[in-house]
């Protein structure tokens, strides 16, 4: 299985980018997809989450009314649009395809399994 995230860079304040993730080798529509970060010093947090269908989607408060999760499964990717991006929002984002034994579980069950994506860096400047 490889998690591959893609979009990361270098933006200032109030700018935007659009991150991609693709998942091969695992049935895609089987999984909870969801984007974590980790800031400097920080820990690890979940920005957002969506179900197998899109059907229902999680975002942190942090990030509410600015990003934006989707995904294709056709494609067997998963996007994060990061609008009004603030210096706070500069880490490194890993994307996660979470297994659940049920899989209409929702964002707030947890996961059986997890396969993490190398992570791709954002940083916004002010």
């Known amino acids: 299985v490889q998690v591959v995230e893609s979009g990361g860079g270098l933006v200032q304040a109030g700018g935007s980018l659009r991150l991609s993730c693709t998942a091969s080798?695992?049935?895609?529509?089987?999984?909870?997809m969801s984007w974590f970060r980790q800031g400097p010093g920080k820990e690890r947090e979940r920005v957002s989450c969506i179900t197998w269908n899109g059907g229902t989607t999680y975002y942190a408060e942090s990030v509410k009314g600015r990003f934006t999760i989707s995904r294709d499964n056709a494609k067997n990717t998963l996007y994060l649009q990061m609008n009004s991006l603030q210096p706070e929002d500069t880490a490194m984002y890993y994307c996660a395809a979470e297994w659940n034994t049920w899989r209409y579980a929702d964002c707030s069950a947890s996961a059986d399994f997890t396969y993490w994506g190398q992570g791709t860096q954002v940083t916004v400047s002010s």
């Open positions: 080798a695992l049935t895609f529509d089987r999984y909870r």
